[in-house]
Nanobody
Framework: QVQLVESGGGLVQAGGSLRLSCAAS????????IAWFRQAPGKEREFVAS????????NYADSVKGRFTISRDDAKNTVFLQMTSLEAEDTAVYYC???????????WGQGTQVTVSS
């Protein structure tokens, strides 16, 4: 079964750090763009960051630039999101998603909760 599984979420104080992981199984994802999205209570899901095939292209939402870093380890079929200088506004459920060009994001994980206390 092809799936993405997120982990690494939790409760952290403002200014702290967390590293999220997105582990893919069932097939290799080295030919996919992987992205992180998040959804806070009462808000729409929003894009956070993405990493292209071979880490050739990295994209970040303006709200996380300079604080979050996305990376991938294709040997482990895993993508990471290193989050630093966390703010209360970063509180959300974080999802990873995969897509193969030229399709849209079609495979999603179940999400991991990140809560930042101020």
């Amino acid at each position: 079964q092809v799936q993405l599984v997120e982990s690494g979420g939790g409760l952290v104080q403002a200014g702290g750090s967390l590293r999220l992981s997105c582990a893919a199984s069932g097939r290799t994802f080295s030919d996919c763009t992987i992205a992180w999205f998040r959804q806070a209570p009462g808000k729409e899901r929003e894009f956070v960051a993405s990493v292209g095939v071979g880490s050739s292209i990295l994209n970040y939402a303006d709200s996380v630039k300079g604080r979050f870093t996305i990376s991938r380890d294709d040997a482990k079929n895993t993508v990471f999101l290193q989050m630093t200088s966390l703010e209360a506004e970063d509180t959300a459920v974080y999802y990873c998603a995969a897509k193969r060009w030229p399709s849209s994001y079609s495979l999603w994980g179940q999400g991991t909760q990140v809560t930042v206390s101020s």
